[in-house]
C-alpha cells in the first residue's frame, strides 16, 4: 500500500504565497503520476494541478494557471505545490493524489489520496 501525507498548509493574507507538499511512503514507485486536488466546505473536491509520472509535462486548473506551480522530487518521494498570488476563493483543503502511470484530472482516477491540508486565504 501507498500512504501520501501533506504539510505545509496555514493561514496567507490574499496577495500572499504558500507551499503544500506531499510525501509518499510504503509501496511507491516513480511511475505514478502525481496531483493535487482541493475542496472547500459544501463543494465538491475539484482539480487543481498534476505532473505525470516522467515529470515531463504538468496539467492545471484554469483557476490556478499562471500562479501555482506542481513539481516532483522522485529521488526524495515528494510532489510540492507553490501556491502564488492567492486569492480567498483558494481556501480549501489540499489533497495530494498518486495514480500508476496515467495522468487525470478526475478524482475518480485516483487509486490513493492523502488526507489533506487546509489552506486559508484571508485578511
Known amino acids: 500500500q501507498v500512504q501520501l501525507v501533506e504539510s505545509g498548509g496555514g493561514l496567507v493574507q490574499p496577495g500572499g504565497s504558500l507551499r503544500v507538499s506531499c510525501a509518499a511512503s510504503?509501496?511507491?514507485?516513480?511511475?505514478?503520476?502525481m496531483a493535487w486536488f482541493r475542496q472547500a466546505p459544501g463543494k465538491e473536491r475539484e482539480f487543481v494541478a498534476a505532473?505525470?509520472?516522467?515529470?515531463?509535462?504538468?496539467y492545471y486548473a484554469d483557476s490556478v494557471k499562471g500562479r501555482f506551480t506542481i513539481s516532483r522530487d522522485n529521488a526524495k518521494n515528494t510532489v510540492s505545490l507553490q501556491m502564488n498570488s492567492l486569492k480567498p476563493e483558494d481556501t480549501a483543503v489540499y489533497y495530494c493524489?498518486?495514480?500508476?502511470?496515467?495522468?487525470?484530472?478526475?478524482?475518480?482516477?485516483?487509486?490513493?489520496w492523502g488526507q489533506g491540508t487546509q489552506v486559508t486565504v484571508s485578511s
Open positions: 510504503g509501496r511507491t514507485s516513480s511511475s505514478y503520476a
Open positions: 493524489a498518486a495514480n500508476y502511470r496515467i495522468t487525470s484530472t478526475s478524482r475518480d482516477d485516483y487509486r490513493y
Open positions: 505532473v505525470t509520472w516522467s515529470g515531463g509535462s504538468t
